[in-house]
């Protein structure tokens, strides 16, 4: 069984005071709460990785970044390397984003070159895929979702299943409190796992894939229960410590 991957995306909200506060309590609430069966990741903004890294070190929560650069280093002002995130602290980083895609125009292409980026600087990228609501509407969710999945993992060669985890996330899903059904996130899980088959063989059978979409403690049993929901990228949720740890305990054990 793939150990379910309980992620948190922080976005923009949170400072690294607020940060330093928050870890510490979601760590004492850990001493009375057995989520052992799933493995932690908190993606914070990169101001946050150096700050938690201390408090994180050797506990069961990891830390990962929201973006990264595609370039290795050079003058590109106000980009952050993979080498910086993972230096930092991060084990993580979330790649291709629908709010990336959306608001910094990042493409497949770009969202390859990042995922290729965080495998050369020692980073395991979550690769975010997913539909806007007008292509659901028009049926061409899953063809969305192998697009770009093509463009991004192009000559990317995977060498152990654990270096890349992917997220469905449908876009009209994020932040709006619509969920797809466990149903339809069991079928595009699915639709990913079969082109990861199709794309690294074997390897894929381990390949996390996530569910991503305003999941919360009331959803989230009945997605996680699904074989190709390996568990969950999660936004508003993750900001609260009871969310997020209920989040992780409805995962299957
Ligand atoms: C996300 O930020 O990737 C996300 C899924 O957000 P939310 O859980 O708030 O919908």
Not at 28 to 52: I, Y
Not at 88 to 103: K, L, T
Not at 104 to 117: I, P, Q, R
Not at 171 to 186: C, E, H
Request: glycine content about 10%; hydrophobic content about 45%.
């Amino acid at each position: 069984m793939r150990t379910p991957l309980i992620a948190g995306n922080w976005k923009m909200y949170t400072t690294p005071s607020t940060a330093t506060v928050w870890m510490r309590a979601l760590l004492e609430d850990l001493t009375s709460q057995d989520v052992s069966h799933v493995e932690l990741v908190l993606n914070v903004p990169a101001t946050h990785l150096a700050v938690l890294a201390p408090i994180t070190a050797g506990t069961p929560v990891a830390l990962g970044g929201q973006d990264v650069s595609a370039h290795d280093e050079g003058a590109y002002t106000g980009e952050v390397s993979a080498a910086m995130l993972a230096n930092a602290g991060a084990r993580y980083c979330v790649v291709g984003h629908s709010e990336r895609r959306q608001y910094h125009a990042e493409d497949d292409a770009l969202v390859g070159a990042k995922v290729a980026a965080c495998l050369a600087g020692g980073l395991i990228p979550i690769l975010c895929v997913g539909e806007v609501e007008s292509e659901r509407e028009a049926g061409e969710h899953e063809a969305t979702v192998i697009r770009q999945l093509t463009g991004a993992l192009e000559g990317i060669d995977l060498k152990d299943s654990g270096d890349l985890v992917v997220a469905y996330e449908p876009v009209w899903a994020i932040g709006t409190g619509k969920t797809a059904t466990a149903d339809d996130a069991q079928a595009m899980g699915a639709v990913a796992r079969s082109f990861l088959k199709g794309r690294y063989g074997p390897l894929a059978d381990a390949v996390r894939i996530l569910y991503g979409g305003s999941m919360k403690p009331s959803n989230a049993a009945e997605l996680l229960a699904k074989a190709d929901v390996d568990g969950g990228l999660i936004g508003g949720a993750s900001l609260k410590r009871d969310q997020y740890l209920a989040i992780a305990a409805a995962a299957p054990r």
